[in-house]
């Protein structure tokens, strides 16, 4: 048996606007540019190869299974140009390698209060918890903007098959002091073991946690302090079942 949970991922930059609804326009936009990301200034890009650019990247927090997409564009009616037009989209596990989901176009905002957006790529079950969008083209602005994007998603932990019925995540991943666990398990009595290694497979240290029946998140008693900046592996293991993940510190 399995059971999934279809959840959504509702990102709004700078101010969240208030919720409006109406039975003909229920996903509508605001024209204000408070609601809005707006860059007039490129920087270095979270990818390398694209050099210094206009981009955005999201942080979900954990690893996601991302589906459909939707944009709403920049929507200020006097500066509708701003809207992104040619864009590039990857996404990335540990926000540093990063794959390409393809190129596309965006429609331009309308500039009217009933705007309800354009619907986006699908993101095909992709896993992922960066997602990184690089415009490449506007509508003529000197500025890029955006005022909203919505990414449907199935959470992995809402999906346990019962003959697994194990599942853990590690986070924040890069991390700099605390790193924490988060698992789903059918086993609610065996306690949660751990042990880091170094990348040549060196254990530094290893210890375990009592499984409380109810709660899905816990602080690893592990001091980032004392680690270098670099990658290590971490193994969770609970009876049989383990899982085992690269890290990665940074200062």
Known sequence: MMKKLHIHILLIFILVSPVISAQCYPDRH?????????????????????????????????EYELKESKFWNANEPKNLNYGINDYTIDYSLDGITWTTLGSFKMEQGSGSSTYEGSEGPDFNATKARYVLITPTSNFGGVCYGLSEMKINITDPFDIIAEENGF????????????????????????????????????????????FVEGTELYELPINGNTLSTGIYIINIKQGDKTRTFKIIKRK
Do not use: K, Q
């Open 30 to 62: 605001s024209t204000s540019w408070f609601d809005s990301w707006i860059s007039c200034e490129i920087s270095p890009n979270p990818n390398s190869a694209y050099g210094e650019t206009h981009w955005i990247m999201y942080d979900f927090g954990y």
């Open 167 to 210: 599942n853990a995540l590690i986070y924040p991943n890069p991390f700099v002091n605390d790193i924490n666990l988060r698992i789903v398990s059918v086993d609610e009595i065996s306690p949660i073991n751990y042990t880091l290694y170094d990348m040549l497979g060196r254990p530094i240290t290893s210890n375990s946690i009592d």
